[in-house]
């Protein structure tokens, strides 16, 4: 594999975790990423976590809470001084008092949970220290596909960003962007205000990709449609050209150098740090993956979401991890791949949601087994927004789910306002996990039959009902005890 | 909503063809909740009921795995001798009803109210042993039924066995909070595999602890009785006698309550299981024997003989734990004779040093 840190940032890594294996000594700590691209369900993932956690909600597959060995979970103060904190109460609040979805993230911020707990066995509970430290990462979804572009020369980015504008189910929409870029001499002379123009058809290109229309995921460089704080800066003014795979090194003073020179710097400032600072050195890795998403938009965003999943997962370290190896490198050990918003669907559907997950992430998968990793797969709602009926109409039985959805989202041409319920059968999944990444391009090319048989809306938060001491109830979820047993059950037994 | 797309997707789900996703109003008036009235649905209505439906996958059928009968002369040998036994035993109870009657009538009216008494009890016993053994069965059902369910991960097919289960032990007040539990589970969305495991912890623990008490205590007094009885023949009447016990008492916790019949079945299945599982312990009884016969070394010959004894009540003891359960060990791995074996040892050590 190539190298995707330098020998420093490796040495500054090894470093890192001599000093975390002592500070572990006293409280073990367990870096939990949660990795996802935008919109997966990152954010609430971590909220309904946390808040499960904290006031011991249901959790009866977690062998912990369950068996009452978990004493107490409480957040601790912030340990990284430059990194923001993860807004937990006002997560919390928007989801349970105003019953929205929080808002996408635009930043890195950061948490850490501290779990006291007794153990099962004599020995550990006398000796051990009882107590786990979690930090949980929060961060926007997009920058997460500059990840692969870590192992990318310029030459190679250029080509492969060209060949996707270029593919039949995004020609039109790249459309203006491509013309923008026919008009530019890679080797003419450097000009600001073309970099800008094209760079500028380039964000507008992938932005265009991400609506829910296309929903598509394969959309690299990620900061171009999160710019974070470096906003109109000129690591972040590139854009791809038509140059070849094996171009032989630019003339300094072309507008290609400046354009390679500006994508090295957003490797190097962007990229490496992000990288370096929040996933080279997790424990454990959750990546959820809004499956259903990508199903509403059709075969092209499933396909996309594959690539981008498999380009994803292939940057992360998975490996068993023994106990020598662990004080100088840290290994994921356990990763876990959930579909998330499993409660849009009945549940007779996990299953095949499930298995189309296992078909979308197979690659990363592989890779993870490969590496000796324990790999485990589910349909997860952090936050359970639906009930489940069933609906007998024109002499079919439907399996159907109760919910407000979001105002604006409609069914048939009726829109709703947000506050009404309703009860949603959103079709079928096919048995056939192959079947959803085929185009039916025998029926029509742009696909109107798959279209309406299967239509997932998006719903509100649960309204939750108070105890009579006033309290909210802990938040719904299905098998996010699952979930937890499975990343951090192991460290509590 | 009638016609279906005739497309590549509906012919790839061959159990039920694609349905299009439909979407109905809850202030609707068109739409009713199913506990107003279940059964009749007009056609421009909706009928929206909360609990899921029911669909069974179709999977091979449990015999499949299991070794068909064969053809047993043996039966047809008990089936002639029993059918002649009884028609004797009818033949001498009809012969002195009728010389009682030769006698006097009033005693041959007594007599045959003797007997319509005793055929009743007949009835009777016979109702309660059928029972026993459908209970037994029942059980044995469920425990494959969970079995299948967990390792398929089956949500549907846990759920019908967990409410077996729970009806089964409807009757025992002890049990109510695990029940409760339980139930609370399976409103949820859970796996199979979980919900079973949630019930083995829930539901079954407390019962669990119980039967190895119950293990134990047998074990522990066939120790003891075989390190002071005076003869060999004592030693296995005890044996037999706490055996028959525990089995009898261990059916009865986990709820099978069989009767003679019953037990004579249930007694079968655990030399059967023993006599299965032998194989997979023989590094168990290695460890035990050889530890035993270290002990024997160390402590008295009859105390070492006593512990082995202890020990091999332990392994029936176990073995009709694995029948009586009405569900299969997933979560734990269920008690094992090395469980057993440090605590006798240890009173034997005791005794030792107190001689």
């Known amino acids: ?493 | 909503m009638t016609d279906h797309p005739n497309d590549q997707r509906a012919s790839n789900s061959p159990s039920r063809p694609a349905r299009k996703p439909a979407a109905f109003s809850l202030d609707d008036e068109r739409v009713r909740y199913a506990d107003e009235d279940p059964d009749e649905v007009l056609s421009a209505e909706a009928l929206i009921s909360m609990a899921a439906d029911d669909e069974t996958i179709p999977r091979l059928p449990a015999e499949t795995s299991k070794p068909s009968k064969s053809f047993s002369f043996g039966k047809w040998i008990a089936i002639g001798l029993g059918g002649l036994v009884s028609l004797s035993v009818g033949l001498a109870i009809d012969n002195l009803i009728r010389d009682l009657f030769a006698r006097t009538d009033w005693l041959g009216w007594t007599a045959t109210g003797l007997a319509a008494v005793a055929v009743l009890g007949l009835l009777g016993l016979a109702l309660r042993e059928f029972l026993g053994i459908l209970r037994v069965g029942k059980i044995d059902h469920l425990r494959d039924a969970l079995t299948d369910a967990a390792e398929a991960d089956d949500a549907k097919a846990a759920q019908a066995g967990l409410k077996d289960l729970i009806a089964l032990y409807e009757g025992r007040p002890e049990t109510a909070r695990g029940r409760r539990a339980l139930a609370g589970h399976m409103r949820e969305v859970i796996d199979g595999r979980d919900l079973v495991i949630l019930a083995e912890r829930d539901l079954l623990a407390p019962l669990d602890l119980e039967a190895r008490r119950i293990v134990m205590n047998s074990a522990k007094r066939v120790s003891v009785v075989t390190a002071v009885s005076p003869r060999a023949l004592v030693d296995l009447l005890a044996v037999l006698f706490e055996n028959i016990r525990t089995i009898r008492r261990l059916s009865a916790l986990y709820g099978g309550r069989p009767g003679t019949l019953g037990f004579f079945r249930l007694t079968r299945q655990v030399v059967t299981h023993l006599a299965l599982t032998g194989g997979m312990a023989a590094g168990d009884s290695l460890t035990s024997q050889v530890l035993g016969h270290g002990l024997a070394a160390r402590l008295s010959a009859r105390l070492g003989e006593g512990v082995i004894n202890g020990l091999l009540t332990a392994r029936i003891g176990i073995a009709a734990i694995a029948v009586c359960r009405p569900a299969p060990f997933v979560a734990t791995k269920g008690p094992s004779v090395t469980d057993f074996m440090g605590e006798l040892v240890q009173r034997a050590e005791k005794e030792d040093m107190a001689k």
């Not at chain 1, 900061?223 to 090194?249: H, K, N, V, W």
């Not at chain 1, 499956?291 to 996309?304: E, K, Q, R, W």
Request: net charge negative; hydrophobic share 40%.
């Open chain 1, 1 to 493: 594999m190539i190298r995707i840190l330098d020998i420093a940032d490796e040495a500054r890594l090894t470093l890192a975790n001599l000093a975390d294996t002592a500070s572990d000594l006293a409280v073990p700590n367990l870096r939990l990423g949660v990795t996802g691209l935008a919109r997966a369900g990152k954010t609430v993932f971590i909220t309904a976590l946390v808040h499960n956690l904290i006031h011991g909600g249901r959790l009866p597959v977690f062998n912990a809470a369950a068996g009452g060995r978990l004493t107490r979970a409480f957040l601790q103060p912030q340990p990284d001084d430059a990194v923001p904190r993860f807004d937990y109460e006002s997560h919390v609040a928007a989801l349970l008092e105003e019953r929205l979805w929080p808002q996408s993230t635009r930043q890195v911020s950061e948490l850490r949970l501290t779990i006291e707990y007794e153990s099962a066995s004599y020995l550990a509970r006398r000796l051990g220290p009882g107590k786990l430290n979690i930090d949980l990462i929060d961060y926007p979804g997009e920058w997460l596909l500059d990840l692969p572009l870590l192992k990318r020369s310029y030459a190679e980015f250029s080509v492969e960003a060209l060949k996707r504008a270029r593919a039949a189910n995004r020609g039109e929409i790249a459309a203006p962007f491509l013309a923008e870029l026919s008009g530019i001499d890679p080797d003419g002379p450097e000009t600001e205000t073309s970099a800008q123009a094209l760079s500028e058809t380039f964000k507008t290109y992938l932005a265009a990709c991400r609506q829910d229309s296309h929903a598509l995921s394969m959309l690299p460089p990620g900061r171009f449609l999160m710019p974070g704080d470096l906003d109109g800066s000129p690591a972040l003014t590139f854009a791809p050209l038509d140059i070849p795979f094996d171009a032989a090194p630019a003339r300094t003073g072309t507008f290609r150098a400046m354009m390679e020179r500006r994508y090295e710097a957003y490797k190097t400032h962007v990229i490496r740090p992000f990288f370096r600072d929040h996933f080279a050195r997790l424990d454990r890795q959750i990546v959820l993956v809004d499956v259903l998403h990508a199903l509403n938009a059709g075969p092209d965003a499933l396909t996309d979401l594959q690539v981008a999943l498999g380009e994803v997962m292939t940057s992360f370290r998975p490996g068993r991890k023994s106990w020598l190896a662990s004080i100088v490198s840290r290994r994921i050990d356990r990763i876990l791949f959930a579909a998330t918003k499993a409660d849009h669907l009945h549940r007779e559907d996990h299953d095949r949601l499930e298995a189309i997950l296992r078909k979308l992430v197979a690659k990363g998968m592989e890779h993870a087994q490969y590496k000796g990793a324990e790999v485990d797969v589910l349909a997860l709602a952090a936050v359970r927004a639906t009930r489940e009926a069933t609906v007998k109409h024109g002499g079919q039985e439907l399996p159907a789910i109760l919910g407000t959805p979001l105002p604006g989202e409609g069914v048939d041409g009726t829109r709703y306002d947000g506050k009404s319920e309703i009860a949603m059968f959103p079709g079928d999944l096919p048995e056939d996990p192959e079947s959803v990444f085929q185009t039916v391009e025998s029926i029509s090319p742009n696909s109107v039959e798959v279209d309406s048989s299967l239509q997932f809306l998006r719903f509100r938060p649960p309204r939750l009902d108070r105890t009579a001491e006033g309290m909210k109830l802990s938040l719904p979820h299905i098998r996010l005890d699952r979930a937890i047993e499975f990343l951090i059950g192991d460290r509590l037994r």
